[in-house]
């Protein structure tokens, strides 16, 4: 990995109530790089998004971003700082009563003072990076799924930030849609020079598009490494992930007692 990261994070935790979801979480993203953050549904992947942007704080440990720490941030500073960031929701988080080009128009006029004419050739050049300039005039309901996920895209690079957060940008897509995104990710990445996280539980399109990989598993990074590390390992928790395997350290419960002691028998 990089010497120069932009992002640093060391001895994360957070929970929920209760419930601890991150429990010392350690990693790097470097500059100019995709770096995919793979686990299970409910393993704190959305989470740890959430506080690199600094909508949580942590209990404990720190989120660096540009070698500065983000719940230590006043309002001004953390506003500026999204500012440089872009987000592709679960969702398409797309504006329902909105064209595709206000859409992706919306930043750039709530935070820009940037003249209308300067807006539509900005919005025009976004939607052609993602293949869907002549779409400008559609309503998000009358797009595809994957559709809205490109135009999505083109909002979150609106304002040319220097990280992208995919979080599950590949989910209920199909297959050609699926790698339509995962191509474009990895085709704007490199001709943008940003940083990109892609949040996901999908292994096969992310070892298409991606660099470096983290696997979390109950609150911690269980194994990471390059593309060629992963596809190599021969760790139990990476080959269950890899090969999709139904039997291996991730469990399919949800831990709880032996079904019998939750069962009245007899009763």
Known sequence: ???????EISGLRFAYGERQVLRGIDLTIPRGKIVAILGTSGSGKTTLLRLLS???????????V?????????DETLYAMRRKMGMQFQVSGLFSDLPVFDNIAFPLRELTELPEYMIRDLVLMKLDAVG???ARHLMPSELSGGMQ??????RAIALDPMLIMYDEPFSGLDPI?????????????DALGVTSIVVTYDVV???KAVDYIYFISEGVVAAHGTVAEVNESREPFVRQFVDSLPDGPVAFHYPAPPLAADLRVGG
């Open 1 to 7: 990995m990089t010497p120069d990261p932009l992002v």
């Open 54 to 64: 600094g909508q949580l704080k942590p209990a404990a440990g720190h989120v660096k």
């Open 66 to 74: 540009e070698g500065r720490v983000v719940h230590d941030m006043n």
């Open 132 to 134: 869907l300039r002549n």
């Open 149 to 154: 996920r490109r135009v999505a895209l083109a």
């Open 177 to 189: 849609s699926l790698n339509a995104v995962s191509t474009l990710i990895r085709r704007l990445n």
């Open 205 to 207: 399109e992310s070892l």
